[in-house]
């Protein structure tokens, strides 16, 4: 009895998470280029018993499971859809890959989000993201912008081109990268992401990678199929306390139980 109660206890709690996970997913619908997040589940530990009627032989074995676990929690890389800005500072990527930034302690982090801006320093003006957060070219460097500049175009290989007076006074380009297994990277808040080694190798981007100026990727988040999700998880949870209610009730009366 008490191991029922404690099955129907851990179901609620993974139910719980995974609410959690939906929630996020919500809350996030017009976050750029935020990737839907999904909750796997796995059984949880079984453990084996032997019945006295059969042979002891592993094929007539009792195995009992020991209720619900999270696999881990996957996200969905697909593009989300482009929305419209007209900003010349804002780049989407079609296809995969990630811009390179620079973060507060120096080490290298990558994001989806192109939303980026000019910074301007007593070391002169550098491209940044919505944090001030340096974004690097190929080779890890700060992108500086010249000044004064009328425009800055950028071609669908990533290559900027800053436009004085009709001519191209200077060029730069953008740092953009993919790896092995983009499901592996570590996830740091704030649409940024850090290589660890479930990642695989950093590679470079493939060539029909393009980046798209004055536009920005929108979240993939799809409400309708995390409204359903979200009724799903809420009958499994009705149904896991009905289950730990059950448990308890019938604990209850063999408590009461006279001989």
């Given at each position: 009895?008490?191991?029922?109660?404690?099955i129907a206890?851990?179901a609620l709690?993974?139910q719980q998470?995974?609410?959690e996970?939906?929630?996020?997913n919500v809350?996030?619908?017009?976050?750029?280029?935020?990737?839907?997040?999904?909750l796997?589940?796995q059984?949880?530990m079984?453990t084996?018993?032997?019945?006295?009627s059969?042979?002891?032989?592993?094929?007539?074995?009792?195995q009992?499971?020991h209720?619900?676990l999270?696999a881990?929690?996957?996200?969905?890389?697909r593009t989300?859809?482009?929305q419209?800005t007209e900003?010349?500072?804002?780049?989407a990527?079609?296809g995969?890959?990630?811009?390179?930034?620079?973060d507060?302690?120096?080490?290298t982090?990558?994001?989806r989000?192109?939303?980026f801006?000019?910074?301007?320093?007593?070391?002169?003006r550098f491209l940044?993201?919505?944090n001030?957060?340096?974004?690097?070219?190929?080779?890890?460097?700060?992108?500086?912008i010249p000044?004064?500049i009328d425009r800055?175009?950028v071609?669908?290989t990533g290559?900027?081109q800053?436009?004085?007076?009709?001519e191209i006074?200077g060029?730069?380009?953008?740092?953009m990268?993919?790896?092995t297994?983009?499901?592996?990277?570590?996830?740091?808040?704030q649409?940024?992401?850090?290589?660890?080694e479930?990642?695989?190798?950093?590679l470079?981007i493939?060539?029909d990678?393009l980046v798209r100026?004055?536009?920005?990727?929108g979240?993939?988040?799809?409400l309708?199929e995390e409204?359903t999700?979200?009724i799903?998880?809420?009958?499994a949870?009705?149904?896991?306390?009905?289950?730990?209610t059950t448990?308890?009730?019938?604990?209850?009366?063999?408590?009461?139980?006279?001989r």
């Open positions: 009895m008490f191991e029922a109660k404690s206890a851990t709690r993974q998470t995974r609410l996970v939906i929630s996020n809350a996030n619908v017009n976050t750029t280029a935020f990737k839907n997040a999904r796997d589940f059984s949880a079984y084996t018993g032997l019945n006295p059969f042979p002891r032989s592993p094929e007539e074995h009792n009992k499971g209720s619900v999270i881990g929690i996957g996200r969905d890389w989300g859809n482009f419209r900003r010349d500072l804002d780049f990527i079609q995969e890959g990630f811009f390179t930034l620079s507060e302690n120096g080490e982090v990558f994001t989000n192109g939303s801006a000019i910074s301007a320093e007593e070391e002169g940044v993201n919505g001030g957060l340096y974004v690097l070219d190929p080779d890890g460097e700060r992108i500086e000044f004064p800055m175009d071609l669908p290559e900027l800053f436009v004085l007076n009709g006074i060029t730069a380009q953008l740092g990268v993919t790896f297994n983009i499901g592996g990277l570590e996830q740091s808040g649409g940024l992401f850090r290589h660890v479930s990642a695989g190798e950093i470079a493939a060539p990678t100026q004055g536009m920005l990727e979240s993939n988040v799809n309708a409204m999700r979200l799903r998880t809420q009958r949870f009705q149904l896991a306390s009905r289950a730990l448990a308890d009730e019938m604990e209850g009366i063999a408590n009461t139980m006279r």
